[in-house]
């Protein structure tokens, strides 16, 4: 008979997931097991903070969707999901940040340069740039996904005024890595205010809602790491604030005037009406190359 008490549990419990096959994956799990029995000790845990733990949980699952994943928001507040993209960066490369609950695959290719503004209300812009690896050679062979929201705040998927693939794009860069994106400025917006992560953890630590204004990107390029990022603006007021600790110094532009009547044109934009950022993107070579 396993006589099991407070000296051996842990070892226990870790012990009993030895068979699992995959070697990371039981590292993982034995990992996260000690943790949580750690955890338990440390702030010695009752019965009744437990089960409130386990309802928080319920109700995460209960409000989550397939278009609306209460999980994931709970990692972004925690830091957990820029804590992971943190994890991942390597030197010289441009700094992951949150991918969030609104990218979607199969986003419309758009030749380069992008046209996004449409009937979009909002302040035209244009995001200018060049994908190259941390040497800063260009990789032509890049291809950019992208989105943002529109001036309201939302994002297509929960707009049904907007339509379908509104402000989103799929794109290739040229021969010298270059992309531009004419598209309007985006704006903050707030994280959902209707379920438990809201109620029960951010508003009640008087944590913001808000997330700094910014559109979301992802580089791809055979032979190197994918970059899943954001690029802010440095004139948006929650950039101390960002409730899922999105912002990282590297990501934020800022947007300038330009004269440039070549690239005005190109875009269909007249004068002193657009706005432009001009982004570098640094890829890392996978380690496997
Ligand atoms: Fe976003």
Known sequence: ????????????????????????????????????????????????????????????????????????????????????DLLGGKPGATPGSVLGPFHSAGSPWLNNPAHLIGANEGVPVLFRGRVCDVQGKPLPFASIDYWQNANNGLYWQV?????????????????????????????????????????????????????????????????????????FDSEDPYLDADAVFGVREALVGTFKSTQDSALLSRHGMEGDNCLVMDVELRLSQTEYE
């Not at 070697?23 to 089960?51: C, F, G, I, P």
């Open 1 to 84: 008979m396993k006589n099991i008490d407070l000296s051996n549990i842990t070892d226990a419990a870790v012990q009993s997931f030895c068979a699992l096959q995959n070697d990371r994956t039981r590292h993982l799990v034995q990992k996260l097991v000690a943790s949580l029995h750690q955890y338990a000790k440390d702030v010695q845990l009752t019965h009744e903070e437990w089960r409130a733990a386990l309802s928080f949980l319920h109700a995460c699952s209960d409000i989550s969707s397939e278009s609306r994943s209460e999980f994931s928001l709970l990692s972004d507040v925690l830091g957990v999901s820029s804590l992971v």
């Open 159 to 231: 707009d049904p005024q907007q339509p379908s693939d509104n402000l989103r794009c799929q794109l290739q860069v040229d021969a010298d890595g270059m992309f531009e994106i004419a598209t309007i400025r985006p704006v903050p917006y707030e994280i959902p205010t209707d379920g438990p992560v809201w109620r029960d953890l951010v508003q009640a630590a008087q944590r913001s809602s808000w997330r700094a204004a910014h559109a979301h990107i992802i580089v791809t390029a055979p032979g190197y790491a994918r970059l899943v990022t954001e690029l």
